[in-house]
């Protein structure tokens, strides 16, 4: 499999964590990445350490849940590098808050983020990746959303709405050679909340633990090097791609179980998806 050069992709929450692995992954694989984040100064640091290892990136303030701001970071994309192949977002915040002390301000600003985020970056890239023929929309989902953690009511539901997303938009975004789909981490990672800064100050016996974010990356890297209509609507786990990549190469032979531990979730999508190809819907 040949991988991306030429590609160009966005990344929202690129700052640290798994955004900034994937813009990582990116970049090192020869696309030009625009890594966005609302905090600048993190973003700045992510954003030279991937330069410094040889990558295309621009780096660009973001507010996911404000659609014009979204908007004109597209429209910056475009005028810069005249296309926009891939967009992953990542941003999300998940302030451990009970039920009964989550305001009504905080669940909104929380699910702006994670669910907003996707829809106002789905419709900033939709004319362009239209007008290519082609793109890729992918969604970073969470075990979260099947499990339902406590103090975490709006950061589940966040999370489990992307997958209500990607389902639902599949089929039109399929119209268009636009695939859109979910990965999940899969492996144990650095939290969301937790930030560069805090990271140095930790114990390694606390960050041993957790996956190098560039290599998850690589599951996205795989997904957006796929053609659009050969996995549209699906919810992918970025450990068992990697897993399978290194063991059997980018070129594995695809199967459920190879992509995720919720195997049978995904075949009973598969065949309603024929069902559906078939009735001509």
């Known amino acids: 499999m040949s991988l991306p050069k030429g590609q160009v992709a966005l990344i929202t929450g690129a700052g640290r964590g798994l955004g900034w692995g994937i813009a990582k992954a990116f970049a090192s694989t020869g696309a030009k990445v625009c890594a966005t984040d609302i905090n600048l100064d993190e973003l700045q640091m992510g954003t030279k350490e991937i330069s410094n290892c040889g990558g295309t990136v621009m780096s660009c303030h973001l507010d996911v849940a404000d659609a014009k701001e979204f908007n004109q970071v597209v429209t910056n994309i475009v005028d810069k590098w005249g296309r926009l192949d891939v967009l992953v977002h990542t941003a999300a915040v998940m302030p451990l808050i009970s039920f009964e002390n989550t305001s009504y301000e905080t669940w909104w600003w929380e699910l702006n983020i994670s669910l907003g985020g996707l829809f106002n970056g789905a419709k900033a890239s ?4 239209k007008s290519q023929g082609r793109g890729h929309i992918i969604g ?3 075990g979260a959303s099947y ?3 406590i103090n ?6 966040g999370k489990h709405g992307q997958e209500g997303f990607i389902k639902s938009l599949a089929s039109e975004a399929g119209n268009h050679n636009i695939a859109v789909n979910t990965i999940s981490p899969g492996k144990s990672i650095k939290p969301t909340g937790i ?3 805090a990271v140095t100050d930790m114990s390694k016996d606390i960050t041993t633990g957790w996956t190098d974010p560039a290599n998850l990356g690589r599951a996205f890297v795989w997904l957006s090097n796929q053609e659009p209509t050969q996995y549209n609507g699906l919810s992918f786990s970025a450990g068992s791609l990697v897993d399978t990549i290194d063991s059997e190469g980018w070129d594995f032979d695809f199967t ?7 195997a049978e979730d995904m075949i009973t999508r598969l065949e309603w998806q024929n069902q559906q190809n078939k009735a001509g819907i």
């Open 195 to 197: 930030t560069r800064q």
């Open 256 to 262: 459920p179980e190879k992509v995720t531990p919720r």
């Open 140 to 142: 970073v989902a969470s």
């Open 126 to 129: 939709w004319e362009i990746m």
């Open 147 to 149: 499990r339902g953690h």
């Open 152 to 157: 975490e009511i709006a950061y589940c539901v």
